[in-house]
């Protein structure tokens, strides 16, 4: 009973469910579970429901009724948001500065890491520098 094509229909149930269906409410129903079957067997078990639900006594009701569940209400809803939402303001005061620090730290580590693997290379470059010219240029005494 899903999608836009059963709005007629789901009108109709809602409504015999808070009073009976006029004539022409009916014959419209009428046509549409005769053009829709599958949907018998929905409208059958409503109207089962709703004439047992029609059989029972009305429940007394006390007079603050709505005022008591209003404030059930009130209650869940101030149970359910979050405590303490003026801390967190605070909370984000005495967390930047450290996060700041936190983060120069971080970043002059990576530099000097950086650094010292250029002067690592260097000194490689070097070393491999002296070799090749040793290898190549060989000294006139081994001559």
Request: aromatic content about 8%; glycine content about 4%.
């Given at each position: 009973m899903k999608g836009?094509?059963?709005?007629?229909?789901?009108?109709?149930?809602?409504t015999s469910w808070r009073r009976k269906l006029?004539?022409?409410?009916?014959?419209?129903l009428r046509?549409?579970?005769?053009a829709n079957p599958a949907a018998r067997d929905d409208w059958e078990?409503?109207?089962?429901?709703?004439?047992?639900?029609?059989?029972?006594?009305d429940a007394p009701v006390p007079s603050n009724f709505t005022a008591r569940i209003l404030q059930v209400v009130e209650m869940e809803n101030a149970m359910a948001q979050p405590t303490a939402p003026l801390r967190r303001p605070w909370l984000w005061h005495s967390l930047l500065p450290k996060m700041a620090f936190a983060v120069a730290?971080?970043?002059?580590?990576?530099?000097?890491?950086h650094e010292a693997r250029a002067m690592r290379r260097a000194q490689h470059a070097r070393g491999v520098a002296t070799v090749y010219g040793v290898a190549?240029?060989?000294s006139p005494e081994v001559l």
């Open positions: 836009h094509m059963n709005d007629p229909f789901n009108k109709l149930r809602e006029t004539p022409a409410e009916a014959a419209e046509a549409w579970l005769a078990a409503d109207a089962a429901l709703s004439r047992v639900l029609d059989r029972l006594p730290v971080v970043g002059l580590g990576l530099l000097s890491y190549y240029h060989p």
